[in-house]
C-alpha cells in the first residue's frame, strides 16, 4: 500500500514542503495493518488520544469545498463554523463532492491534496494541545505525524475553534 498512488503523491508534497514531526525528522506517511477510517480507530493503532488525530472533514460550504482539521476528541459546529467564517450554509459533503476536490475518499482525505487547487480550510485550536498529531495519508490505512503548527503552514488553514 505504501506504493499505492494517494500515499505517494502525498509523501511526496510532504517532502517537498520539508513537513517534519514533532521530533523534526521528515514526516513519513506510515502505513496502518487495519483500515482507521474513524479517529478512534487510528488512535488505536497508534497508541495515542484520540484528540491527537487530526479528522480531514470536507463540507461543502455554499457550494465550494471547505475543509476542517478537527480533532478527533471533538464534533465540528457547522453553524459555528458557518457563521463565523461568513458563510450562509455549511453542511457534510457527499462522498462524489470529497472525490471531486481531493481525489481521495472518505476516511482516507489528507490535509494536502497533491495536483489539486488548494482549498479553503480551517484548523482546530483544539490540535494544538499536542506537540504531535497524525492526518490522514490519502487512504484509510495511511497517516502521518506532524506538528499541529506544520499542519497550519502546510494547508495555509486558518487557526479557529470549530467545535
Do not use: C
Not at 520539508?18 to 525528522?25: E, F, S
Request: charged share 20%; net charge negative; aromatic share 4%.
Amino acid at each position: 500500500m505504501q506504493e499505492h498512488p494517494n500515499v505517494a503523491a502525498v509523501q511526496a508534497l510532504l517532502d517537498a514542503a520539508g513537513a517534519r514531526d514533532a521530533a523534526g525528522r521528515p514526516s513519513q506517511v506510515r502505513i496502518l495493518t487495519d483500515a482507521a477510517p474513524t479517529a478512534a480507530a487510528a488512535a488505536a493503532q497508534l497508541g495515542v488520544e484520540v484528540g491527537q488525530i487530526a479528522n480531514s472533514l470536507v463540507f461543502d460550504a455554499d457550494g465550494a469545498p471547505l475543509l476542517v482539521l478537527t480533532s478527533g476528541a471533538y464534533r465540528v459546529d457547522t453553524d459555528r463554523v458557518a457563521k463565523e467564517h461568513g458563510i450562509e450554509r455549511v453542511r457534510r459533503a457527499k462522498p462524489e463532492f470529497v472525490r471531486e476536490h481531493t481525489g481521495q475518499v472518505i476516511g482516507g482525505v489528507a490535509p494536502v491534496h497533491p495536483g489539486r487547487p488548494a482549498m479553503r480550510t480551517l484548523v482546530d485550536t483544539a490540535l494544538f494541545q499536542f506537540p504531535e498529531v497524525w492526518a490522514a495519508g490519502g487512504i484509510a490505512h495511511a497517516v502521518f505525524p506532524v506538528t499541529p503548527a506544520e499542519l497550519e503552514r502546510l494547508t495555509s488553514g486558518t487557526v479557529t475553534d470549530v467545535a
